[in-house]
């Protein structure tokens, strides 16, 4: 690992314990071993290193969707919707378990979950970066998702957002429920499973 890397992932663990704001650069090296002004001939700035941690954590969630054969954003809705209308109930769980254990247990993705929690009344502009990260682009794919499956007919015709609203409101409410208690990762998976099937009998058409 590099001393590049190494400031960025100790920087990471320091923002999810103290905060942003109650994180100097100064603690930052000292948890790599460095000397601040060593430090600044990586990063200009505590700004850019947190840069540098978001671009870290969207290199995290690409990587899920490649390990899993997810369709990306950029390659069209017609292709996820063929992608996803041919997962039966139990294929759409276990894909769904995946994601959530890969959310809710993943050191990057998980501490970053708390950095933005904590500072969402403190520093608006890290918690619009979460928001739009696992808020706003997921429901929009989602949407978009949902809207060509209704036209393909593998969904009830319907509100393609409130589709994605009630599809991602609860995963995202269990998210934020056991973020901290990954221990009871099997209690959350319980609950997911039920979400799902719920989810699947309101929308998906009968074959």
């Given at each position: 690992?590099t001393?590049?890397?190494?400031?960025?992932?100790?920087?990471?663990?320091?923002?999810?314990?103290k905060?942003?704001?109650?994180?100097?650069?100064?603690?930052?090296?000292?948890?790599?071993?460095?000397?601040?002004a060593?430090?600044?001939?990586?990063?200009?700035?505590?700004?850019?290193?947190f840069?540098?941690?978001?671009?870290?954590?969207?290199?995290?969630?690409?990587?899920?969707?490649e390990?899993?054969?997810?369709?990306?954003?950029?390659?069209?809705?017609?292709?996820?919707?063929?992608?996803?209308?041919?997962?039966?109930?139990?294929?759409?769980?276990?894909?769904?378990r995946?994601v959530?254990?890969?959310y809710?247990?993943?050191p990057?993705?998980?501490?970053?979950?708390?950095?933005?929690?904590?500072?969402?009344?403190?520093?608006?502009?890290?918690?619009?970066?979460?928001?739009?990260?696992?808020?706003?682009?997921?429901?929009?794919?989602?949407?978009?998702?949902f809207?060509?499956?209704?036209e393909?007919?593998?969904?009830?015709?319907?509100?393609?957002?409130?589709?994605?609203?009630?599809?991602?409101?609860?995963?995202?409410?269990?998210?934020?429920?056991?973020?901290?208690?990954?221990?009871?990762?099997?209690?959350?998976?319980?609950?997911?499973?039920?979400?799902?099937?719920?989810?699947?009998?309101?929308?998906?058409?009968?074959?």
């Amino acid at each position: 690992m590099t001393t590049k890397e190494r400031i960025t992932e100790e920087a990471l663990t320091l923002f999810a314990e103290k905060g942003y704001k109650g994180t100097s650069v100064k603690n930052i090296a000292d948890a790599v071993g460095i000397k601040d002004a060593s430090l600044y001939n990586h990063f200009k700035s505590k700004q850019e290193i947190f840069d540098s941690i978001v671009e870290l954590i969207l290199e995290h969630i690409s990587g899920l969707s490649e390990t899993l054969g997810m369709p990306q954003y950029d390659n069209g809705y017609t292709s996820a919707s063929v992608f996803y209308e041919k997962l039966d109930l139990e294929g759409l769980k276990n894909l769904s378990r995946e994601v959530f254990v890969f959310y809710l247990t993943d050191p990057y993705i998980s501490k970053f979950w708390r950095i933005a929690h904590m500072e969402q009344y403190t520093n608006p502009k890290i918690y619009t970066i979460f928001r739009k990260i696992f808020m706003e682009n997921a429901i929009s794919y989602q949407e978009r998702l949902f809207e060509e499956m209704m036209e393909q007919g593998v969904f009830y015709r319907g509100d393609a957002k409130a589709a994605a609203l009630n599809f991602y409101s609860p995963i995202y409410l269990l998210l934020s429920m056991y973020n901290n208690q990954p221990e009871h990762k099997e209690e959350a998976l319980e609950i997911l499973d039920k979400q799902i099937e719920e989810f699947f009998r309101i929308y998906r058409k009968k074959d």
